[in-house]
């Protein structure tokens, strides 16, 4: 069963920092590119970043350009996200995806909450 | 810049109805359309691709239509577990998706 876990979401005050990790399983992870997508709770969807194969191409969403950086480990099966200097509009729940031309699947997301 | 826009906004359907959910994009994309269904605390689900394409395992009441800027996602006869948010989703210009529709119950 093809499988995307994400963690390492916390409470972060303002200018602080975080790293997101995702677990994947059940599929050849060094095969995907890999994105982040992020939603503020009862709100829409929005892409934050995504990775090549092999990690030497990443984009990002103008919003977390600079702070944001997308990462991966093929040997772990892992897809990170560091993100500095965070700010009250980045909190929401970031969702893990992979992309087979499509999003799809999505992990379960972890909730990122700036506040002071 | 580019937006996809949505509509209606809410949808109020009974079950058996035909629901009828709309996504305009302010440019073409082409076929580059993708449908997801959201369940109140699950992640997105991709139910259509390239814009009239089922995914794996999706109902055959799930069809979607369209190309260019007007696209559009059909349930043909909706269940009772089809009541949730739906977002498209475009990949011709960068990433974006929609601001969703809620299909809900009437």
């Known amino acids: 069963e093809v499988q995307l876990v994400e963690s390492g979401g916390d409470l972060v005050q303002p200018g602080g920092s975080l790293r997101l990790s995702c677990a994947a399983s059940?599929?050849?992870?060094?095969?995907?590119?890999m994105h982040w997508v992020r939603q503020v709770p009862g709100k829409g969807l929005f892409w934050v970043a995504r990775i090549n194969l092999d990690g030497t191409t990443t984009n990002y969403a103008d919003s977390v350009k600079g702070r944001f950086t997308i990462s991966r480990d093929n040997a772990r099966d892992t897809l990170y996200l560091q993100m500095n200097n965070l700010r009250g509009e980045d909190t929401a729940l970031y969702y893990c995806?992979?992309?087979?031309?499509?999003?799809?699947?999505w992990g379960q997301g972890t909730l990122v909450t700036v506040s002071s | 810049e580019f937006v996809l826009t949505q509509s209606p906004a809410t949808l109020s359907l009974s079950p058996g109805d035909r629901a009828t959910l709309s996504c305009r994009a302010s440019q073409s994309i082409s076929s580059y359309l993708a449908w997801y269904q959201q369940k109140p605390g699950q992640a997105p689900r991709l139910l259509i691709y390239?814009?009239?394409k089922r995914a794996t395992d999706i109902p055959a009441r799930f069809s979607g239509s369209g190309s260019g800027t007007d696209f559009t996602l059909t349930i043909s006869n909706v269940e009772p577990e089809d009541f949730a948010v739906y977002y498209c989703h475009q990949r011709n210009n960068w990433y974006s998706f929609g601001q969703g529709t809620k299909l809900e119950i009437k």
């Open positions: 390239d814009a009239s």
């Open positions: 995806v992979r992309e087979s031309g499509w999003f799809d699947p």
């Open positions: 059940g599929f050849t992870f060094s095969a995907h590119w």
